[in-house]
């Protein structure tokens, strides 16, 4: 397909996932398969290498490398599904408030579509599971006092440095670091779940 064609099929496909909340979605099922793929393979790779290095007292060297090279593979991929995800929550919110079936105050508006500014990861997660509770009357709650949620917040800096390095050292992964965004990982996926077990009849794809 050349790109006109690519965004005739863009367009289709959202104003289908706007047509109702059924195929919001559906639409939310596709973002997901698509994200799982990348971040289960490069977790697989980021493990495997990982196991080699440690095997050798994590010195520098080839393996070394290529354990960096995946793990920071690994970063990119779980960041853009949780942002990706978070992302399709936020706009089959604004989806619904369109079709009447969910309020916002302009504000709410603002901060979900980030008309004035773009919001941090952690916020855009924050409302993003916010209002997708309520638009299907869930009474899920990320605990946000849990070991698990500051790990979260510990991997975001990771993700952070990752894509704005000020040296050199800032591209490197150290096994702590490796250990929180595995952590987060697993923690993303199981609090997704729950989120989609507390909403009646959800026909949510599972991570």
Request: contains cysteine; negative net charge.
């Amino acid at each position: 397909m050349d790109k006109q064609e690519l965004e005739k099929v863009e367009r289709d496909i959202l104003t289908d996932a706007n047509s109702s909340l059924a195929a919001s979605i559906e639409y939310l099922n596709g973002m997901l398969r698509y994200f799982d793929i990348d971040t289960r393979k490069f977790h697989g790779l980021a493990t495997e290498w990982m196991a080699k290095v440690a095997e050798g007292g994590f010195k520098d060297g080839p393996e070394y490398t290529e354990w960096q090279i995946y793990e920071r593979a690994l970063i990119r991929a779980l960041f853009a599904e949780i942002e990706g995800t978070t992302a399709a929550m936020r706009q089959i919110v604004l989806w619904a408030h369109e079709r009447g079936e969910y309020t916002l105050s302009d504000i709410e508006h603002a901060t979900l579509s980030e008309k004035h500014r773009y919001n941090t990861c952690k916020d855009n997660f924050t409302v993003a599971f916010k209002h997708f509770t309520l638009l299907f009357d869930s009474r899920y709650a990320v605990n946000k006092n849990s070991q698990e949620w500051n790990t979260f917040l510990r991997s975001i800096k990771v993700r952070d440095g990752l894509m704005h390095p000020k040296s050199p050292l800032g591209f490197q992964v150290s096994g702590d670091m490796a250990k929180d965004i595995n952590e987060t990982l697993h923690w993303f996926n199981q609090t997704y779940s729950d989120l989609i077990k507390s909403i009646p009849n959800a026909r949510v794809s599972y991570i």
